[in-house]
């Protein structure tokens, strides 16, 4: 059961084909304890940041996220 936000990693789509090995964890939602329990979740993480977190937005921010699975907002400066 699913409570609040801070109970749950929920991604948008990240990955562009379903022959990744992750695809079914992009787009959806893991409870957090499942996520920190996951053996796969470093590679998760590192995917996420590798194809979506490291892409700057409006010129100043990128969107990774941390091991825990929380995506956070960070400043890019020249
Ligand atoms: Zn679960």
New binding site residues.
């Given amino acids: 059961m699913i409570e609040d936000d801070r109970d749950i990693v929920a991604t948008t789509q990240f990955l562009d084909s379903s022959d990744h090995p992750l695809w079914k964890y992009s787009d959806a939602v893991?409870?957090r304890?499942?996520f920190e329990a996951w053996d796969q979740r470093q590679f998760f993480v590192d995917e996420y940041n590798r194809l979506l977190g490291s892409a700057v937005f409006l010129g100043s921010f990128k969107h990774p996220m941390d091991d825990d699975g929380n995506v956070t907002t960070v400043s890019v400066h020249n």
């Fill in positions: 893991m409870h304890k499942c």
